[in-house]
């Protein structure tokens, strides 16, 4: 049985070795996307840096980048915590290995020894002949075949657990060498965030010698995203109010059938009802294709594309303070390429495209959801055209130097938060 034990646990180990294997893998894939992220931000702060007037956008990307290069420690943390296990696997198996390498030698040792004692052709033969029947004789024949066969698998046996044993003590030394180079890379990224909180700190001091100037900024650019909120919120208002007027036509059209009907048929005209009402998110869905591709838009929740093909977030959902000025956000903010292309999240229906103050915004349809996309240099779609999941819809414009995205999600009038909808 000893084979037996001692390959199951090769195969356990081998199966640890393999999840630990795809494990790491993710973690590298996650690491250099994070990564991306770093260096999109760095790019765009290096273009901002000519502007020496402090701007909001870069304060947050500021604060995007420092965010990004904790996660990226902390993922090379779970890098090392993952090897370590990797090593730990692979020792135990080295040891184990080692333990059953000597038995092995052990036993084959005996077994050489007892045929060094019966090497003898004559006493072979005795062996045989001094059996009580043919039916023991031929056994005994037997036995001996089988015991050659035996001590040549032992010895094939033997050399394949060496050859193991080399192998684990390979990927054992190339994880301990993996280690140190992450260990490296954990201390080279704690030095760059160590400069970056550096800059940070300056920066905060900047913004208490401009804070008069910044909180003009906020106030400006608060009043240019009202006048862009309350655009974008009548245009909701007036698909809500169309929905509405198509359902009560409907209503109407379907009543006058009715009566139309009865008096063909010499019966009671039916007496009309008040109908229950409808909400707008009622409204929005009374037709089966709206109903349909609300569904679709709601079960694509948390795994939408992004608006972008690269990017990171900058301003969260919500509201947000800056020393004593306040604003709400009721989107995300998506620091991304210059000259990116925006793409819509969903297929859906362009219900307003519009320009306030040299910068165009999209309104987009999916039943009783809609996605907003502002800042745009240009746009490629109008009003009424159907759009697919990830086409193009315009390029991204720039905001205090920074190629940047406001997008939002609503349902009817409310304001959903982005990052719950879109991909991770």
Do not use: C
Not at 323 to 329: L, V, W
């Amino acid at each position: 049985m000893k084979p037996y034990i001692l390959l199951l646990f090769l195969f356990l180990a081998g199966s640890a070795s393999v999840a630990f294997g795809q494990s790491s893998a993710e973690l590298k894939r996650k690491k250099e996307a994070i990564q991306r992220e770093i260096d999109l931000l760095q790019k765009n702060a290096n273009k901002a840096a000519s502007n020496k007037k402090l701007t909001l956008s870069q304060i947050n990307a500021l604060n995007a980048k420092i965010r990004l290069m904790q996660n990226k420690i902390s993922v090379i943390n779970s890098e090392i915590k993952n090897l370590d296990n990797q090593i730990h696997e692979n020792t135990n198996t080295v040891h184990n290995l080692k333990g059953q390498l000597g038995q092995l030698k052990k036993e084959y040792a005996s077994m050489i020894r007892f045929a060094q004692r019966n090497k003898n052709g004559y006493d072979k033969m005795m062996f045989i002949f001094a059996s009580k029947d043919f039916n023991q004789a031929y056994k005994r024949i037997k036995y001996l075949q089988q015991f050659g066969q035996y001590r040549k698998k032992q010895a094939d046996y033997i050399q394949g657990k060496q050859k193991d044993l080399n192998y684990r003590i390979v990927i054992l030394d190339k994880n301990l060498r993996e280690k140190s180079s992450l260990l490296q890379e954990q201390e080279n990224e704690r030095k760059v965030l160590g400069k970056n909180k550096s800059e940070q700190s300056q920066v905060l001091n900047k913004f208490s010698r401009q804070e008069k100037q910044l909180r003009q900024d906020i106030a400006s650019r608060k009043r240019q995203q009202i006048q862009l909120d309350r655009s974008i919120r009548a245009a909701i208002n007036r698909e809500i109010e169309l929905a509405r007027k198509k359902a009560e036509e409907e209503e109407r059209a379907a009543e006058r059938a009715a009566a139309a009907k009865a008096k063909a048929e010499n019966k009671p005209a039916p007496v009309a009802t008040a109908s229950k009402p409808k909400t707008s998110g009622g409204y929005l869905t009374a037709t089966p294709e709206s109903a349909r591709l609300s569904a679709q838009f709601e079960g694509n929740r948390g795994s939408l594309p992004w608006p972008v093909a690269v990017g990171t977030i900058t301003e969260n959902f919500g509201r947000h303070m800056e020393g004593q000025a306040s604003y709400t956000n009721d989107g995300v903010n998506i620091s991304t390429a210059e000259g990116a292309s925006v793409r819509a999240v969903f297929n859906g229906q362009v219900r307003a495209v519009d320009s306030q103050l040299g910068r165009y915004y999209v309104l987009i349809k999916h039943g009783e959801y809609f996605t907003v996309y502002q800042n745009l240099r240009s746009v490629s779609v109008s009003k009424g055209d159907n759009v697919t999941t990830k086409q193009t819809i315009g390029v991204v414009a720039e905001t205090e130097g920074v190629p940047q995205l406001q997008f939002q999600i609503r349902r009817g009038m409310a304001a959903q938060n982005p990052e719950a909808w879109i991909a991770k």
